[in-house]
């Protein structure tokens, strides 16, 4: 067992005014503000962080084996099986693995993600992706999100407690927007929910 502790005390990439430098502004800290606004101020400005979450294992462990099935769809300019399930059952159009040449950066939400600098505020705001589907027939891009999760009953994302996914799906929009002059980004995106089944006995 490890005896480190948890210290909320930061000094590195805290907001400084009047810094000429481009501040680095993630994802996660917008949503963060979105949520808390006071709890923003406290971690970027003084430096005192919230708890971080309970390592997902699992879910980072199904989001891996996602981006190397999709990766090598990607190579291959096929299309992925789970996307024509999806086409057959009329939700979504043919589509394959945006294949781009910074693709493994923008998934890379630690170290780079997708970069945008928004002049007017000075702030360099980025996020990693988990994938980018282009549509066959238009050419267009639709960001992707991988979900892992045990819901007994049908997902509705119309409820509630997805409105933080949905939004998170828009900021990676705005980026890849602002990325990529052309193709043009789409207003469609989509969840990959892989849901757990408790109710299967065959192993």
Same mark, same amino acid.
């Given at each position: 067992?490890?005896?480190?502790?948890?210290?909320?005390?930061?000094?590195?990439?805290?907001?400084?005014?009047?810094?000429?430098?481009? =501040?680095?502004?993630?994802?996660?800290?917008?949503?963060?503000?979105?949520?808390?606004?006071?709890?923003? &101020?406290?971690?970027?400005?003084?430096? /005192?962080?919230?708890?971080?979450?309970?390592? =997902?294992?699992?879910? /980072?462990?199904?989001?891996?084996?996602?981006?190397?099935?999709?990766?090598?769809?990607?190579?291959?300019?096929?299309?992925?099986?789970?996307?024509?399930?999806?086409?057959?059952?009329?939700?979504?159009?043919?589509?394959?693995?945006?294949?781009?040449?910074?693709?493994?950066? &923008?998934?890379?939400?630690?170290?780079?993600?997708?970069?945008?600098?928004?002049?007017?505020?000075?702030?360099?705001?980025?996020?990693?992706?988990?994938?980018? &589907?282009?549509?066959?027939?238009?050419?267009?891009?639709?960001?992707?999100?991988?979900?892992?999760?045990?819901?007994?009953?049908?997902?509705?994302?119309?409820?509630?407690?997805?409105?933080? =996914?949905?939004?998170?799906?828009? /900021? =990676?929009? &705005?980026?890849?927007?602002?990325?990529?002059?052309?193709?043009?980004?789409?207003?469609?995106?989509?969840?990959?929910?892989?849901?757990?089944?408790?109710?299967?006995?065959?192993?």
């Amino acid at each position: 067992m490890s005896d480190s502790k948890y210290n909320p005390q930061k000094t590195r990439g805290l907001y400084v005014p009047g810094d000429a430098k481009p =501040y680095k502004l993630s994802r996660s800290k917008i949503d963060l503000f979105l949520r808390c606004p006071r709890c923003f &101020w406290l971690d970027r400005i003084l430096g /005192i962080s919230p708890p971080p979450p309970w390592p =997902y294992s699992l879910n /980072i462990a199904v989001d891996e084996l996602l981006k190397k099935e999709f990766n090598m769809h990607r190579r291959m300019a096929t299309e992925h099986p789970a996307i024509s399930r999806a086409v057959r059952h009329g939700v979504m159009r043919p589509a394959v693995p945006f294949n781009h040449p910074d693709m493994s950066e &923008w998934q890379d939400s630690l170290h780079h993600g997708i970069q945008v600098l928004h002049g007017l505020t000075n702030l360099l705001v980025f996020g990693g992706v988990d994938d980018i &589907w282009q549509f066959i027939d238009t050419g267009k891009l639709a960001i992707v999100d991988y979900k892992a999760t045990y819901h007994p009953k049908k997902i509705d994302i119309s409820e509630p407690r997805y409105d933080s =996914y949905k939004a998170q799906l828009e /900021i =990676y929009q &705005w980026l890849l927007s602002h990325r990529l002059d052309s193709p043009s980004t789409s207003d469609i995106a989509f969840f990959l929910f892989c849901n757990a089944d408790a109710s299967r006995l065959d192993f």
